[in-house]
């Protein structure tokens, strides 16, 4: 099998996974009882992966929660920023292209009393800025857009919806998840507001994930109990999880230029062999700026799931998590794409481990997938 759904999830580095280990058995202290060396071991474990996580991201320690994941995160920027706001600027504004994790939350504010507006994208998944602007006339406590979308891989202007933003008086949240590894990148430099990561989209480990809080902006907390995280997260931290995201997270920001030219290599080879194999192909945004390694190919006219035609290679037609309601990816829809062509295109996401042979393989089966549906 020839894995290509990275965007999905990434294996987990044996030196995270050998240090989680030792966390797990030897290093097992309860971080929250300073009084005892074992506490204090595990509390120093959590510091050092809270300044790694921070260097990566290029944020300050303080300004790093760690969650359960980036759903998680999404939810507790949402619900702590509209629990707090809501009365005062009852809109929250999410783009068209946002992941279930963001607008789910929104739409449970908007259930709640909020008023919910989806700002639309073009055809190459860029978002509306004119149309933002518009949105923002009326008090809003939030604006969610994604840095770099994980079914196409467009990256938005992170930069410009943040001074539009930030001008009209609301906060911005932005999913960041795809980032870390793949591009250089700085909350504090695009001056987002939040941020969410995740631990198993960058070689870590499932089920441990981070929110960036920027200095000085309160939130409600989504758990309240013993005050962890800043009072933000109650619970006992999950100590192995956090060291091997913070080692994970450390190795991404250290070797993200070779990791970038390594995807872009290999996404130039993919994308120039499956144009050469299938005549009338379509990569969905070639032409806006990407984040290297995701490829979002969809061939009109086919009759049939194409992804069920690709034996021996695992990849995904959209988010991993929209997958389980077997719908077309929205993402594709908001550009304008029709829902029969969107339900049969393939998402190809490269990692580390992939080679050059393998691209060929690929290649090489999506266009005997495509060529059967269209024997059909």
Known sequence: MIYADYNATTPCLPDAARLM???????????????SLFGRTARGAIDLAREQMARAAGAFPDEVIFTSGATEACNMAIFGVMERLMRERPRILTSAIEHPAVC??????????????EIPVDGRG????????????????????????????????????????????ALVFCDMTQLLGKVPFSVHTEQVDFAC????????PKGIGALYKRRGLALSPLLRGGGQEN???????NVPAIAGFGLAADLAAREVNVRRAHLQKLTTQLESEVRRRIPGVVIQSAEAERIPGTSMFSCPGLR??????LSGIV?????????????????????????????????????????????????QALAKGAEKLRET
């Open 21 to 35: 280990t030792r966390m797990l058995c030897e290093d097992f202290g309860n971080p929250s009882n300073r009084a």
């Open 104 to 117: 789910m939350p929104a739409e449970a504010c908007a259930s709640a009393g909020a008023e919910w507006i």
């Open 126 to 169: 860029r978002l509306d800025l004119e149309a933002l602007s518009e949105a923002l006339a009326s008090p809003t406590a939030l604006v969610c857009v994604m840095a770099a979308n994980n079914e196409t891989g467009v990256r938005q202007n992170i930069a410009e919806v943040v001074k539009r933003a930030h001008a009209a008086g």
């Open 197 to 204: 990561f995740s631990a198993h989209k960058c070689y870590g």
């Open 231 to 237: 009072g933000l997260r109650s619970g006992t931290e």
């Open 304 to 309: 049939g799931k194409w992804l069920a035609q």
């Open 315 to 363: 990849a995904s037609s959209g988010s991993a998590c929209a997958s389980l309601q077997e719908k077309p990816s929205h993402v594709l829809q908001a550009m304008g794409v029709d829902p029969e062509t969107a339900a049969r295109s393939i998402r190809i996401s490269l990692g580390m481990p992939s080679t050059p042979a393998d691209v060929r393989q690929i290649a």
